[in-house]
């Protein structure tokens, strides 16, 4: 089965994505929204706590938290791989965004 990639960008959603497009587009969501911020599920999303971590023990925690969010909410797809871009240009440790690789399972119809 091919992997996909899914950044954390602010691509522009599209209402009715269906197949391929959906499930990109819905981790998408998972990866930009903050937890709490969601009116109906305050469970979706990323840990907020998190920000002002120093950055590898930040990447380990968001490693956790990408896996179990889309495990949860995506449950058509299977994580391969999580890698991060950093920013450096920050005054800190710089920002950090996830790129996450995955598979859909077997047996999905798209």
Known sequence: ???I???AD???IKIGARGR???VQN???IL???RGT???DRNFGLNPDLIDTPQLQAMVKYREEI???IEKYEPRVNVVEINFTTNQNDAMNGSLTPIVRIEIKNGVLL
């Open 27 to 29: 981790i998408r969501m």
């Open 32 to 34: 930009t929204t903050m």
């Open 5 to 7: 990639i899914v950044s």
């Open 67 to 69: 896996i179990n969010q």
């Open 1 to 3: 089965m091919n992997s």
């Open 10 to 12: 602010n691509s522009s």
């Open 21 to 23: 497009d959906e499930i």
């Open 38 to 40: 969601l009116y109906l």
